[in-house]
């Protein structure tokens, strides 16, 4: 199938349905290749339901092309798959979405060979299922976008090099099996960036490194891991890997896990003579059952803040913690963090189905009218979480009546996790619940997000910066020292971007002031 433009304007659209093509791998008199489908100039398609096998390439989009697959299901290429070629624009993109993509005959899943990283992703891909057995090495040198996506890899010719524009990696899950590239699982090389968040990393099988980092060319901005979760690192080499005079990624709210102590996390990599300068700072991350948490050469400039360590290897920083993060279900692939003022459970019903049958009916209303007008702390019926059952109660209640479907809501724990309200003082709350005892962000994979556990009165202290529970002498001291290698400084109480007046105005308030869990010296 081949889309051009043919209306006066420049540009043609269509719809395709039920679609099926396979065994396109003729080449033609100058060496090129056929596609399954192929759209040019500035041809526009939504295509639903199409079925492509045993071919070259799946798609090849070209110049100003903007293509979008739905339900589409593909295996067998034996070169790129779904490419975005040299000649695609800026206004060019493909959207891939609620598909099934099989890498099984010796090529390459995806990949975008145009350069143009100006605006945009030229492709997109989400909620598919991505599966990787048998490949070739991609090369990407563009604007990519992976978002809600269960990607397996079992495969040891897989690598991914990510070469130019930005590489977004955004809610997947990965499963890795016996991957054997020593570049990694994804290997970054400047000017490339990568921002990988709220993604779930399962990478029992893999031996080498899961996040490579190379020098190749200056970069504006540094990539960025926040908010994932590396689950089973036993055996692999390392999960971020840095290597020599390349920029350091920004590492922050992720978790790392092993059921059992082992693996690595972090490597810097340094081959010269002089001292290494890597600029790398991880804060508000959570090591558990580590055996190594980095691995640096002499004099290499690192700095590590507020993070907390428990089994394994424990480091000695500041603001940092030694403590069982108390997860939810960690073994289950649940590490929300135990609360008494609530918890994040996905599983659980829409709000409002107090009874927790299905279902927000006549017979929720009736434990919601038994505790009309009653106030406290932690009420199931208080859906707003204000501390009283009333009308605005009331109008979230009407709003979910009758409906049903899991949708996650707030459970209650005995515990709370020490993690909660203990990351970085002047790091911003981000999409956090707002709450008159939320003073900080959590430490872990969910903080900084609207599924971070809630904080009980008195659990924290804005100014506690030792993380002691109390704030006195030290914390002042912590907190008028500036560091650098840290994206936000502890002393920036008011997170306006400096420490000054406002900020001492503040930590006067909190002067000593003691937590709910303080003991004492």
Not at 67 to 83: K, N, P, R
Not at 478 to 492: K, M, N, R, S, V
Request: with cysteine; charged share 20%; glycine share 10%.
């Amino acid at each position: 199938f081949s889309l051009h433009a043919t209306y006066p304007d420049g540009s043609s659209q269509a719809l395709f349905y039920n679609i099926a093509a396979s065994k396109c791998r003729m080449a033609d008199e100058s060496g090129g290749s056929h596609q399954c489908f192929t759209a040019h100039e500035a041809c526009k398609a939504k295509v639903y339901g199409a079925r492509f096998s045993d071919s070259v390439n799946w798609y090849a989009g070209a110049q100003a092309s903007q293509v979008e697959f739905y339900d589409l299901v593909a295996d067998s290429s034996t070169s790129v798959g779904i490419i975005m070629t040299v000649s695609a624009t800026e206004q060019s993109y493909c959207l891939v979405s609620d598909s099934n993509l099989v890498a099984d005959a010796g090529g390459k899943l995806f990949g975008v060979t145009s350069g143009a990283d100006g605006n945009g992703p030229r492709l997109i891909i989400t909620d598919s299922l991505i599966k990787s057995s048998n490949s070739s090495p991609a090369v990407n040198k563009g604007n990519l976008t992976l978002i809600g996506n269960v990607i397996e890899v079992s495969d040891p010719n897989w690598r991914f090099d990510h070469m130019q524009g930005l590489l977004v990696l955004e809610g997947n899950r990965f499963l890795v099996g016996q991957t054997r590239d020593a570049s990694g699982l994804i290997h970054t090389t400047e000017p490339a960036r990568l921002e990988a968040s709220g993604n779930f990393f399962d990478i029992a099988g893999s031996d080498f490194p899961v996040l490579t980092f190379s020098p190749g060319g200056e970069t504006a901005q540094a990539s960025t891991i926040r908010n994932n979760i590396f689950t089973n690192i036993a055996a692999c080499d390392s999960i971020v890997h840095i290597d020599d005079d390349a920029m350091a990624p920004v590492i922050q709210n992720n978790v790392f896990y092993n059921p059992v102590v082992g693996g690595r996390c972090i490597v810097l990599e340094h081959d010269g003579d002089e001292p290494a300068d890597m600029r790398l700072g991880f804060t508000n991350n959570i090591f558990y059952n580590v055996a190594e948490v980095i691995d640096a050469p002499a004099g290499a400039f690192f700095l590590a803040a507020y993070n907390c360590y428990f089994g394994g290897q424990v480091r000695t920083e500041f603001g940092s913690i030694e403590a069982d993060p108390l997860f939810a279900d960690a073994l289950g692939g649940d590490f929300h963090l135990l609360s008494r003022a609530g918890r994040w459970d996905r599983e659980l019903y829409r709000a409002g189905d107090l009874n927790a049958d299905g279902i927000c009916d006549l017979l929720d209303f009736a434990y919601f009218a038994s505790a009309w007008q009653s106030s406290g702390p932690n009420l199931p019926a208080d859906l707003n979480r204000d501390g009283q059952v009333d009308a605005l109660d009331l109008a979230v209640f009407s709003a979910k009546y009758l409906g049903d479907g899991k949708a996650g809501g707030w459970v209650y724990d005995e515990f709370t996790s020490p993690c909660i309200d203990a990351g970085n003082p002047g790091s911003p709350l981000g999409d956090e619940l707002a709450d008159a005892n939320n003073v900080r962000l959590n430490i872990g994979a969910f903080g900084g997000t609207t599924e971070a556990s809630m904080s009980p009165a008195d659990w924290a202290l804005l100014s506690d910066a030792t993380n002691d529970g109390i704030v006195d002498f030290a914390d002042f001291a912590l907190g008028i020292t500036a560091f650098p290698g840290l994206e936000h400084q502890p002393g920036d109480l008011n997170r306006d971007g400096a420490v000054d007046a406002r900020d001492l105005e503040c930590f006067s308030e909190d002067w000593l002031r003691q937590t709910s869990w303080y003991q004492g010296p």
